[in-house]
Every structure is written in C-alpha cells, then in structure tokens.
C-alpha cells in the first residue's frame, strides 16, 4: 500500500477569531478556498490540501502554542515556485505574522528555500520550494 498524500491538517487554536481572520486571508492566498465553517470550525481545500482550524475547549483558551511540547511541531507547504516564497513572506508580512525567519536557503536539500512565520497563537507554518521533483515527488 501507498498512501496519496496528507488529506488534512487541522490545527487548535486558543484565539479562534484571531486565528479565523488570518487564516481567512492566509489560506485563500496560499489556493485553498474554504468549503466548510460553524461555530468555531474553518476548513479549506485546494491543491490537493486540506486545512482546518477549530477552537480550543474553553480551559485551553488563552494558551500559546509551544512548539517543542508533544505534537506538532509545524506545517510546511511546499510552493511551486521559488518566487513564491517571497510573495508569502510579503503577504504574511502585511497580515502581521511573526516572522521566524526571512526567505533563506538551508541544507534541507539541494536548492531548499524557505519562509518560516507564526499564526496569532503562535503555530510555526513554513512555505518552501525546492526545485526539480525532490523527495516527495
């Protein structure tokens, strides 16, 4: 067997209308357009991705994202194109987002490059390129 992929990330989140209105923008920029949302609920899909933010139960509320705790520790989206990666470090940039760091190539693999921002809770999200086909193609 081979599975075709990750069909969804859903990340919890303390402040969700904080975390609703960047990944309202976010998202969409990125090519995911929401399909589902109620109370406390936000889901997009596109580009063979699902993201879904839900609120934390009410004791949760007010907690910030750690990342070298149990459980995540961040979500990388891959992007087409080198360019890219610059326009997303531009739109987080005017979201507000806490930028980790600046688009940079690192040793991940040859021709690596990447922008690593934070979400109004704190979660690490990355968009990178790497050309030619990489390891996941």
Request: with cysteine.
């Amino acid at each position: 067997m081979e599975i075709n992929g990750i069909a969804h990330i859903q990340l919890t989140v303390a402040d969700f209308a904080s975390a609703r209105e960047f990944y309202s923008k976010l998202l969409p920029f990125l090519g995911l357009q929401p399909v589902m949302e109620f109370d406390g609920f936000f889901y997009c899909v596109g580009a063979r991705t699902g993201v879904a933010i839900s609120k934390a139960d009410d004791a949760h509320q007010g907690e910030r994202f750690v990342q070298r705790r149990v459980g995540l520790h961040h979500v990388c989206f891959r992007a087409r194109e080198r360019a890219h990666v610059d326009e997303v470090h531009a739109f987080v940039q005017d979201l507000g987002a806490t930028i980790v760091h600046a688009p940079e190539e690192a040793h991940w693999a040859p021709g690596y490059y990447s922008v690593l921002f934070e979400d109004p809770d704190g979660i690490r999200l990355e968009v990178n390129h790497v050309p030619g086909k990489g390891l996941l193609a």
